[in-house]
């Protein structure tokens, strides 16, 4: 039999997934899976307006799924490890069984 998590870790792994079950959220997600990305790069990819996306990255940056790194002006936007990819992996197989 499994042992269940404390309360305090199943809270944290709900939150986890609560922000990350949004669809905009998954496409920035799946954008910057493979490498950093700009803003403007991010919207052109998702497809959303630049008002959705910063708030969604904001959302992401706050659940330390998402890093950035600032280049004079530009700010560019990275998943904050290999945790995140393998989520999303086991997910996408899971659901495409």
Request: net charge neutral; no cysteine.
């Amino acid at each position: 039999m499994s042992i269940i998590p404390d309360n305090k870790v199943l809270d944290k792994m709900e939150s986890l997934l609560n922000v990350a079950s949004d669809f905009t959220r998954l496409k920035i997600l799946y954008s910057i899976s493979d490498t950093e990305k700009s803003v403007s790069d991010i919207i052109k990819e998702v497809g959303a307006s630049q008002s959705l996306v910063s708030h969604q990255i904001k959302v992401l940056k706050k659940a330390n799924l998402v890093t950035s790194r600032k280049e004079g002006t530009r700010v560019f936007y990275k998943l904050a490890d290999e945790h995140i990819v393998q989520l999303l992996n086991v997910v996408y197989e899971h659901v495409t069984e």
